[in-house]
């Protein structure tokens, strides 16, 4: 590894990678669902349905 590679470099790849909060806009690692419409987004702790971070592939 050089001198001038960053160490954080393949952390922000990876968080790249992860959907946002369409509420704060933070990277979600995953979704608590407390019902049938209802959520919690983490590490934020923003609410939401479950349904909006579906992704369209």
Known sequence: ???DADP???SDDQ???LPTCPTCGDPVS???VT???T???NPCGCSMPP???ERDD
Do not use: E, Q, Y
Request: no cysteine; glycine share 14%; charged share 10%.
């Open 1 to 3: 590894m050089s001198s």
């Open 8 to 10: 954080d470099a393949d």
């Open 15 to 17: 968080l790249s990678l």
């Open 30 to 32: 995953f979704l608590t």
């Open 35 to 37: 019902g049938p419409h």
């Open 39 to 41: 959520g919690i987004v």
């Open 51 to 53: 349904g909006l971070l």
